[in-house]
């Protein structure tokens, strides 16, 4: 058995804050990949942060509850554009290389829903920039890693289950060592989860492999709530057939949008912003545009950047033209860039407060995984690089505060859970026929795609829920083939699948209930945002017969709620 004070599930960039921001307890920080492997890397077009002369955190905050559509938590917006000068001030004394401009400073440039170029970025390569250079503090200040294990499961003394009462505490989690298929328990005063988000649940993602939500199905299955789950955004540029982003920072830098007539379509839908409006806007723009046949055969528009010349491009975008030239052998100095939409970000997460507490004492979370609720309906792009770090640095001092003031749990609880895990993990294991999981996941990924989208209605939703129902007792009768204990990725993604189908049931639930349209979730058989009814979060707890639905109000401390135009 192994025990750390507190211990970090995830090795992004909120995970590395946290770890980071714990000064004197014994930290260590598990990761299912090596930590520079962790989607954060990808990151490109950069993060907001009021360092402009007439720029203000209050009009940054005003952008982000708008952008959300005032879904978000207003106290915990305000400690995120109050805290990111600060933040983003110490990365850049840490090493990270950020873009300049002529006089010296951190360059910034324009980004969709924000009324003043607020994001700093390195190049188009701004989540790279970052993680290397937290990964190098973690390394300098002798952070304890476990690379490649993965979690199955938090252990939580008296769970809390349907219960509807915070009486559950954590005591650490059970790991699988993926390099030799052992499982161990890791005993923790405290735990934080920084496990990114969910997008692989789709078939159409511009996310790593890895991001199959498999943190938040974890938390879920032992008593946590998961908060918004119905919000997912779909990004508006990504490349055409391989769905590889093309940041936002594309337009910031004057790239703009246009079908097949070669008409710049935004005018239309955002008659101020145009391309710079909110992703859940362009996103539905460009649908529209496919769907009343004015996209290109195959169903895709151009993003043109053919404008801004050469030099710019080279210097500002040189992965974006990279990218192009590699994949869709096109060079975006010369040509337009075939686009189209796919999921990019999950709004929502393991339910918590601004303290990056959840409703089980001792388990902390932050990053991707959460949801604190600053981006509320729809996440501004920018907002989710500065939420690792500041939500980050809070959750490591907030679990190292509990954990000073607190106890290890008795070790009978631990060894416990490692026995059930070891046999549910050979139950699988010891089945010789059945269905492959990639057969279930595959289909799991063209329902999300197909009936969970952009575009939302009752009867699709209906359909989604029974099909996940089918799904998951297809499930039941999985079959791994390869035995083998070194590098199993087979048992690995078979374990996760099991989760992917608990987070997409919990996003059908959430949006099949929510009879409103509000960012990024638009039913077309309700279209009108209802702040009577539905100015509210939506919370999913586990139960064996079933998920409960219940709802909290949102927190206005800022700014009233007023119609969304761009
Ligand atoms: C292509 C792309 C570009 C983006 N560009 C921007 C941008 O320009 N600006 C912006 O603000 N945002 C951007 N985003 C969003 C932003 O990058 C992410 O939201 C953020 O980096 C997430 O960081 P994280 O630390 O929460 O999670 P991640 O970086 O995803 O890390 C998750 C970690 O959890 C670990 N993990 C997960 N589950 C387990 C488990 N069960 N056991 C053990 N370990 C586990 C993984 O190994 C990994 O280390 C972009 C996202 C994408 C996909």
């Known amino acids: 058995?192994?025990?750390?004070?507190?211990?970090?599930?995830?090795?992004?960039?909120?995970?590395?804050?946290?770890?980071?921001?714990?000064?004197?307890?014994?930290?260590?920080?598990?990761?299912?990949?090596?930590?520079?492997?962790?989607?954060?890397?990808?990151?490109?077009?950069?993060?907001?942060?009021?360092?402009?002369?007439?720029?203000?955190?209050?009009?940054?905050?005003?952008?982000?509850?708008?952008?959300?559509?005032?879904?978000?938590?207003?106290?915990?917006?305000?400690?995120?554009?109050?805290?990111?000068p600060e933040r983003v001030i110490e990365m850049e004394r840490?090493?990270?290389?950020?873009?300049?401009?002529?006089?010296?400073?951190?360059?910034?440039?324009?980004?969709?829903?924000?009324?003043?170029?607020?994001?700093?970025?390195?190049?188009?390569?701004?989540?790279?920039?970052?993680?290397?250079?937290?990964?190098?503090?973690?390394?300098?200040?002798?952070?304890?890693?476990?690379?490649?294990?993965?979690?199955?499961?938090?252990?939580?003394?008296?769970?809390?289950?349907?219960?509807?009462?915070?009486?559950?505490?954590?005591?650490?989690?059970?790991?699988?060592?993926?390099?030799?298929?052992?499982?161990?328990?890791?005993?923790?005063?405290?735990?934080?989860?920084?496990?990114?988000?969910?997008?692989?649940?789709?078939?159409?993602?511009?996310?790593?492999?890895?991001?199959?939500?498999?943190?938040?199905?974890?938390?879920?299955?032992?008593?946590?709530?998961?908060?918004?789950?119905?919000?997912?955004?779909?990004?508006?540029?990504?490349?055409?057939?391989?769905?590889?982003?093309?940041?936002?920072?594309?337009?910031?830098?004057?790239?703009?949008?246009?079908?097949?007539?070669?008409?710049?379509?935004?005018?239309?839908?955002?008659?101020?912003?145009?391309?710079?409006?909110?992703?859940d806007i362009v996103a539905r723009a460009i649908q529209t545009e496919i769907n009343e046949r004015r996209g290109f055969d195959g169903g895709y528009v151009n993003l043109d950047l053919t404008y801004l010349g050469a030099q710019k491009i080279k210097e500002r975008l040189p992965g974006i033209r990279q990218i192009a030239m590699d994949f869709a052998n096109i060079d975006p100095i010369k040509e337009p860039i075939p686009i189209q939409l796919a999921q990019h970000y999950s709004m929502g997460g393991i339910a918590s407060n601004k303290d990056c507490e959840t409703s089980i004492a001792g388990f902390f979370v932050c990053g991707e995984c959460s949801c604190i609720s600053v981006h509320g309906a729809n996440r501004l792009g920018g907002n989710s690089l500065l939420e690792t770090i500041v939500f980050g640095k809070i959750a490591g001092e907030n679990a190292e505060k509990y954990a000073d003031n607190t106890e290890f749990e008795k070790i009978d609880i631990m060894e416990k859970e490692v026995h059930g895990e070891s046999q549910r993990i050979s139950a699988l294991l010891g089945k010789n026929e059945g269905e492959a999981f990639f057969e279930i996941r595959d289909e799991l990924k063209e329902v999300m795609d197909e009936k969970v989208g952009i575009f939302r209605d009752e009867e699709n939703l209906k359909a989604a829920l029974d099909n996940i129902s089918e799904l998951k007792i297809r499930y039941g009768n999985v079959c791994v083939r390869n035995k083998g204990k070194i590098f199993n990725q087979e048992l690995v993604n078979a374990l996760e699948l099991e989760g992917m189908l608990d987070i997409a049931e919990t996003i059908c639930l959430g949006a099949l209930a929510r009879k409103e349209s509000r960012g990024s979730h638009y039913r077309l058989d309700y279209p009108e945002r209802d702040d009577k009814n539905w100015l509210k979060h939506t919370l999913v707890t586990f139960a064996p017969d079933g998920a409960r639905i219940d709802y909290k109000p949102v927190k206005i401390t800022m700014y009233k709620p007023q119609p969304r135009e761009y």
């Open 94 to 279: 840490w090493g990270t290389l950020f873009s300049r401009t002529d006089e010296g400073m951190i360059a910034q440039r324009p980004f969709g829903g924000a009324g003043y170029p607020r994001t700093a970025y390195a190049e188009d390569r701004t989540g790279h920039a970052l993680l290397h250079t937290m990964y190098e503090q973690a390394l300098k200040n002798g952070i304890r890693f476990y690379e490649e294990w993965l979690v199955t499961r938090l252990v939580v003394k008296t769970p809390y289950l349907n219960t509807g009462t915070n009486n559950g505490r954590c005591s650490g989690v059970v790991g699988y060592n993926i390099a030799d298929g052992k499982i161990e328990g890791f005993l923790a005063k405290a735990v934080i989860f920084a496990t990114g988000g969910y997008g692989r649940i789709y078939k159409r993602s511009t996310n790593s492999i890895i991001n199959t939500g498999f943190g938040c199905a974890v938390a879920y299955r032992s008593g946590a709530a998961l908060e918004d789950m119905e919000f997912v955004q779909f990004h508006p540029t990504t490349l055409y057939g391989t769905n590889i982003l093309i940041t936002e920072g594309a337009r910031g830098e004057g790239g703009f949008l246009t079908n097949k007539n070669g008409e710049r379509f935004m005018a239309c839908y955002s008659p101020h912003l145009l391309d710079l409006a909110p992703r």
């Open 1 to 84: 058995m192994l025990k750390h004070d507190i211990i970090i599930v995830g090795g992004g960039l909120a995970g590395l804050r946290a770890a980071l921001a714990v000064s004197g307890a014994d930290v260590a920080v598990i990761s299912r990949v090596h930590p520079l492997r962790s989607h954060s890397v990808a990151a490109q077009g950069g993060i907001n942060v009021a360092l402009g002369k007439t720029d203000r955190w209050e009009d940054h905050a005003f952008d982000t509850i708008k952008g959300g559509d005032y879904l978000a938590d207003q106290d915990a917006v305000a400690l995120l554009c109050k805290d990111a």
